[in-house]
């Protein structure tokens, strides 16, 4: 739940009011993205949890789609929307903001791709079978997860913690008729009192898929494998240890919308955990973990017709961290402290192979093995009253970044003469949060300061071509620290069978980092239009309101709907690239005796507040149309679970802002999902 004042960013520093004209909407099933309870006298984080989980068998039966694809998942949130390169590895932004401005994680553990063209976000090295949830905090209600100006994502992990379950287990396939698509998963897990163990495995495969009216879309494949364990051991009643190994692997993966595809993006993630329910005095749930994981990630382009000249553009990441956690409860007072800390190696490269097998090959860092330290603290007190709470937190943050290769030094120093090697920044975070109670209205209104330090593609980045606008980038190690102050606004009426909300935020965005045209510089990529360097512009503004509703028609019926509209604009006024235009969901969900049903609507309008500038276009409105059928059957005291679906049920043809280069997006789909689960 955000806000609902529509404050519209105008020219300059100028603001005007505008009351958020919002009807009528649609949001996804509150199962798929469900409210911390409005009725706790606790504060409201603005939050969402979209829960994943297959394990718990109600929530599997009342997914629309219960073996989609993360991304897919993702989406289905009110706060998240997915910039799409292809069928594969969306990219997410929160609040118009794309993943440099988000902290994502992994159950806590920070993980960072490997691709300077961001084909590999950290979602993609997860998958729906090894999360339980996905944790959505908004703005600075994400600083618990790390540094941030949009919002922070916490993908977390699905675990037995010592249920007295025994032996369980599932077998679960999946295909989908417009790209072939088949997933195959299983798992096996025991759990008692002392001791659980969880293993999982899936293998998705997918064919090229085809767009509204049948049009085949090239280079749109990909295969997956995802396999994770995850295991617990009581030392004592109040005392445990855990270990976690996830293996992720895709290759002869596709990008329609880009120049180049992928051959292989493997992650390997690994931690252990202390856990300690009581420690002293009021001091609980202490966890502390140590965490590493390392990624490789390979473009390339041996598979493309016509390239006027093949290259590999292979790309590293090693991360290891730590975090440690506890709460502190007093009669008013609930504090959660955290401290935490990472260290990552990020290195990059490009090999470019002459058609004229005499010629030397020609080779380039384009990120040239930037080593980053960040050490943060994180704290928090949710202050109780009589039917109202306030939220005060903080992050406080030692970041660096330390240019470990001479050769990759020396190349950016063409650039800059004068530059360090070693760049050190103290990151600062605030936010307060207030929620009172009238009735049957909550009201929750907050504001909020944050800082994050630029991107290694921001800050190091040597020569990456972007596809979109058609330009090569090249990093500016010395840009200021991008620092933002928002503002969040939300009305919430709710009753037992009707709820509505109105929600707003404003974010206004100092020294905003973008790429802007150096005329003075020759492009590297063939066909590029020129040169951009990432700069700090003095600031931009960024407004969202959405306004959702649900209403419980019977027992077995339920509607829910959202409806938002979006804005973006820098200091000289001109649009940001990639807001969104307005956009609604609308769905009708049915669950009784073992049967369940959804008809859904998901659409938008005219993109008119593009930026050509940036590579955008207009985007035409559209409007499609999706339908599923489930049933749940009992076979000797076991779980057969079958669900049909059809997506685009009309089969149109349609883009939206968040497809690259306008690539069209899925057509006509059928699915079936079976699922058979051991209890």
């Not at 502390?288 to 994981?293: A, D, I, P, Q």
């Not at 730590?322 to 990020?346: L, T």
């Not at 349609?654 to 069209?664: E, H, L, M, R, V």
């Given at each position: 739940?955000?806000?609902?004042?529509?404050?519209?960013?105008?020219?300059?520093?100028?603001m005007g009011c505008v009351?958020?004209?919002?009807?009528c909407?649609?949001?996804?099933?509150?199962v798929?993205?469900?409210?911390?309870?409005?009725?706790?006298?606790k504060?409201?984080?603005?939050?969402?949890?979209?829960v994943i989980?297959?394990?718990?068998?109600?929530?599997?039966?009342?997914?629309?789609?219960?073996?989609?694809?993360?991304?897919?998942?993702?989406?289905?949130?009110?706060?998240?929307k997915m910039?799409?390169?292809g069928?594969?590895?969306?990219?997410?932004?929160?609040?118009?903001?794309?993943?440099?401005r988000?902290?994502?994680?992994?159950?806590?553990?920070?993980?960072?791709?490997a691709?300077?063209?961001?084909m590999?976000?950290i979602?993609?090295y997860?998958?729906?079978?090894?999360?339980?949830?996905?944790?959505?905090?908004?703005g600075?209600?994400?600083?618990?997860?790390?540094n941030?100006?949009?919002?922070?994502?916490?993908?977390?992990?699905?675990?037995?913690?010592?249920?007295s379950?025994?032996?369980?287990?599932?077998?679960?396939?999946?295909?989908?008729?417009?790209?072939a698509?088949?997933?195959?998963?299983?798992?096996?897990?025991?759990?008692?009192?002392?001791f659980?163990?969880?293993?999982?495995?899936?293998?998705?495969k997918?064919?090229?898929?085809s767009?509204g009216?049948?049009?085949e879309?090239q280079?749109s494949?990909f295969?997956?494998?995802n396999?994770?364990?995850?295991?617990?051991?009581?030392l004592?009643?109040?005392?445990?240890?855990?270990?976690t190994l996830i293996?992720?692997?895709?290759?002869?993966?596709?990008?329609?919308?880009?120049?180049?595809?992928?051959?292989?993006?493997?992650?390997?993630?690994?931690?252990?955990?202390?856990?300690?329910?009581t420690?002293?005095?009021?001091?609980s749930?202490w966890?502390?973990?140590?965490?590493?994981?390392t990624?490789k990630h390979?473009?390339?382009d041996?598979?493309?017709?016509?390239?006027?000249i093949?290259?590999?553009?292979?790309?590293?990441?090693?991360?290891?961290g730590?975090?440690?956690?506890?709460?502190f409860?007093?009669?008013?007072?609930?504090?959660?402290?955290?401290?935490?800390?990472?260290?990552n190696?990020?290195?990059a490269?490009m090999?470019?192979?002459?058609?004229?097998s005499?010629e030397?090959?020609m080779f380039?860092?384009?990120?040239?093995?930037?080593?980053?330290k960040?050490?943060?603290?994180?704290?928090?007190?949710?202050?109780?009253?009589?039917?109202?709470?306030?939220?005060?937190?903080?992050?406080?943050?030692?970041?660096?970044?330390?240019?470990?290769?001479?050769?990759?030094?020396?190349?950016l120093?063409?650039?800059?003469?004068?530059?360090?090697k070693?760049?050190?920044?103290?990151?600062?975070?605030?936010?307060?949060?207030y929620?009172?109670?009238?009735?049957?209205?909550h009201?929750?209104?907050?504001?909020?300061?944050?800082?994050r330090?630029?991107s290694v593609?921001?800050?190091?980045?040597?020569?990456l071509f972007?596809?979109?606008?058609?330009?090569d980038?090249?990093?500016?190690?010395?840009?200021?620290?991008?620092?933002?102050?928002?503002?969040?606004?939300?009305?919430t009426f709710?009753?037992?069978i009707?709820?509505?909300?109105?929600?707003?935020?404003?974010f206004?965005?100092?020294?905003y980092?973008?790429?802007?045209?150096d005329s003075?510089?020759?492009t590297?990529?063939?066909?590029?239009?020129g040169?951009?360097?990432?700069?700090n512009?003095?600031?931009?503004?960024?407004?969202?309101?959405s306004?959702s509703?649900?209403?419980?028609?019977?027992?077995?019926?339920?509607?829910?709907?959202?409806?938002?509209?979006?804005?973006?604009?820098?200091?000289?006024?001109?649009?940001?690239?990639l807001?969104?235009p307005?956009?609604?969901?609308?769905?009708?969900?049915f669950y009784?005796?073992?049967?369940?049903?959804?008809?859904?609507?998901d659409?938008?309008?005219?993109?008119t507040?593009?930026n050509?500038a940036?590579?955008?276009?207009?985007?035409?409105a559209?409007?499609?149309?999706?339908?599923?059928?489930?049933?749940?059957f009992f076979?000797?005291?076991?779980d057969?679970?079958v669900?049909?679906?059809i997506?685009?049920?009309?089969?149109?043809k349609?883009?939206?802002?968040?497809?690259?280069?306008?690539?069209?997006?899925?057509g006509?789909?059928?699915?079936l999902?079976?699922?058979?689960?051991?209890?």
């Amino acid at each position: 739940m955000k806000a609902f004042i529509s404050v519209f960013p105008v020219k300059g520093m100028r603001m005007g009011c505008v009351l958020g004209v919002v009807l009528c909407g649609i949001l996804t099933s509150h199962v798929n993205a469900q409210e911390y309870p409005a009725d706790s006298l606790k504060l409201i984080n603005l939050n969402e949890v979209i829960v994943i989980s297959t394990a718990k068998q109600l929530d599997h039966q009342k997914q629309r789609k219960p073996l989609s694809t993360l991304d897919q998942f993702l989406e289905s949130s009110r706060s998240i929307k997915m910039v799409k390169r292809g069928a594969y590895a969306w990219e997410p932004t929160m609040n118009d903001m794309a993943s440099e401005r988000l902290a994502v994680t992994i159950d806590g553990m920070q993980i960072f791709g490997a691709c300077t063209d961001k084909m590999d976000p950290i979602t993609s090295y997860v998958d729906v079978s090894n999360l339980s949830e996905a944790q959505i905090g908004s703005g600075q209600q994400g600083a618990a997860f790390g540094n941030t100006i949009g919002g922070g994502i916490n993908l977390k992990l699905d675990k037995s913690n010592f249920k007295s379950t025994g032996w369980t287990g599932s077998l679960e396939s999946d295909f989908e008729s417009n790209n072939a698509m088949r997933v195959f998963g299983g798992e096996l897990n025991y759990s008692d009192k002392q001791f659980y163990l969880n293993t999982d495995a899936i293998y998705r495969k997918a064919d090229n898929y085809s767009a509204g009216g049948d049009e085949e879309v090239q280079f749109s494949q990909f295969e997956k494998y995802n396999f994770s364990v995850n295991a617990g051991y009581k030392l004592a009643e109040d005392k445990s240890v855990a270990a976690t190994l996830i293996y992720d692997e895709a290759k002869d993966v596709g990008y329609p919308a880009l120049t180049m595809d992928v051959s292989l993006a493997r992650a390997v993630i690994g931690s252990v955990s202390f856990n300690q329910d009581t420690l002293f005095g009021n001091l609980s749930n202490w966890e502390s973990k140590l965490y590493y994981n390392t990624i490789k990630h390979t473009m390339d382009d041996t598979k493309r017709p016509d390239v006027p000249i093949h290259m590999d553009m292979p790309g590293w990441s090693e991360t290891a961290g730590f975090y440690s956690q506890a709460n502190f409860n007093s009669a008013q007072n609930h504090f959660f402290f955290k401290v935490d800390g990472f260290y990552n190696k990020s290195y990059a490269e490009m090999t470019m192979y002459p058609n004229n097998s005499n010629e030397p090959l020609m080779f380039m860092l384009t990120w040239p093995d930037v080593r980053t330290k960040d050490v943060g603290f994180y704290a928090e007190d949710h202050i109780q009253f009589k039917k109202a709470s306030l939220k005060l937190s903080t992050r406080l943050a030692y970041h660096s970044n330390t240019i470990a290769d001479d050769f990759g030094l020396n190349s950016l120093k063409i650039f800059y003469p004068e530059m360090q090697k070693t760049n050190t920044r103290f990151l600062k975070s605030f936010s307060v949060q207030y929620h009172d109670m009238w009735k049957d209205f909550h009201f929750n209104t907050g504001v909020s300061y944050g800082e994050r330090a630029p991107s290694v593609s921001e800050g190091y980045g040597f020569y990456l071509f972007n596809s979109f606008d058609n330009h090569d980038y090249i990093g500016d190690p010395g840009l200021n620290t991008e620092s933002s102050t928002d503002v969040n606004l939300s009305v919430t009426f709710k009753k037992p069978i009707f709820e509505i909300a109105a929600t707003a935020n404003y974010f206004h965005i100092y020294n905003y980092i973008i790429g802007v045209v150096d005329s003075s510089l020759s492009t590297m990529t063939i066909g590029a239009e020129g040169v951009k360097i990432y700069t700090n512009l003095a600031y931009a503004q960024l407004f969202n309101t959405s306004l959702s509703g649900r209403y419980n028609i019977s027992n077995a019926f339920k509607w829910t709907g959202q409806i938002s509209y979006h804005r973006g604009i820098d200091n000289d006024g001109e649009n940001l690239p990639l807001i969104s235009p307005v956009s609604y969901r609308s769905a009708i969900d049915f669950y009784k005796n073992q049967f369940s049903a959804s008809l859904s609507v998901d659409g938008a309008g005219e993109q008119t507040n593009y930026n050509a500038a940036y590579g955008e276009t207009k985007t035409a409105a559209y409007a499609t149309l999706s339908a599923s059928f489930g049933k749940r059957f009992f076979v000797n005291e076991n779980d057969l679970f079958v669900k049909v679906g059809i997506e685009n049920l009309l089969d149109t043809k349609y883009s939206s802002y968040t497809d690259w280069n306008n690539i069209p997006r899925m057509g006509r789909n059928f699915y079936l999902t079976i699922s058979y689960s051991i209890n």
